[in-house]
């Protein structure tokens, strides 16, 4: 019997010592996985967006599918695309590129909208920077928008605010440095910018910044529009 009783003890010794083992492995696995609050990590979400504008084209309804890579990798909508080449290709067309944007994405899905206003007139605002011919038929028109990422893991926030040509001509912007770039037809300006304030799921607590650049010159309604920057958890807990 005191045979069989140290034989049991030894076991329950051992059988504790791997659980310890094993609920400390799981721990340093599980703090690994953790983003830690307030470091900004990168992440690029590329995106088809689907319009349906008013009639005068100055405000519209947005569907959407897109990819998410980098700190956070998504999708959702039903994205096509299988590298960059395919993903840009509809924008490469000089004829039938809205039909070739349709199918980027097999299950578009409701992603909020859009507004335009058309550009100032000239010296309307003294400490703006204006195009080469503000309040012109060759200014940029602003750009407001606010739209809900529904990923598989969670929703997205996310705000955008920028310029956009919705002229048949390339526009010349003059930039802070001195120097100045041309704006193509139905393309975002040089300062397109986005924060995202929060989400749900996996995304509570999310935020994060960077540049957006917009391209529907061959495709309107369909709009190519990719995101680079970085994100982090405002608590670190996911």
């Known amino acids: 019997m005191k045979t069989i009783a140290a034989l ?33 990590e990168p992440i690029t979400i590329e995106s088809w967006l689907y319009a349906v504008p008013s009639e005068n084209v100055l405000s519209a309804t947005v569907w959407d599918c897109f990819k998410i890579t980098g700190a956070i990798m ?15 290709a509809p924008n490469t067309m000089s004829s039938g590129g809205a039909t070739a944007a349709a199918a980027e994405c097999s299950a578009k899905i409701p992603a909020g909208g859009f507004v335009l206003v058309p550009p100032p007139e000239a010296s309307q605002y003294a400490f703006a920077t204006y195009t080469a011919a503000p309040g012109s038929p060759g200014g940029l028109s602003t750009l407001y928008a606010i739209h809900t990422i529904a990923g598989e893991k969670g929703d997205i926030y996310i705000t955008f605010a920028g310029t956009y040509n919705m002229t048949n001509k390339a526009v010349a912007v003059k930039l802070a440095n001195g120097s100045s770039v041309e704006v193509q037809p ?19 607590d999310l935020q994060g910044s960077g540049t957006c650049f917009g391209n529907a010159e061959n495709t309107f309604p369909w709009v190519n529009h990719t995101e680079h920057g970085t994100v982090w958890y405002s608590n670190g807990s996911n």
């Open 8 to 40: 049991t003890g030894a076991a329950a010794a051992v059988a504790l010592t791997l659980a310890s083992v094993t609920l400390a492995q799981a721990a340093g696995a599980g703090a690994t996985s953790r983003h830690v609050a307030n470091q900004p």
């Open 74 to 88: 998504d999708s959702g909508g039903g994205p096509t695309w299988t590298d960059e080449t395919s993903y840009h």
């Open 186 to 204: 139905l393309t975002t300006g040089p300062d397109c910018t986005w924060v995202i304030t929060g989400g749900t799921g996996a995304y509570a």
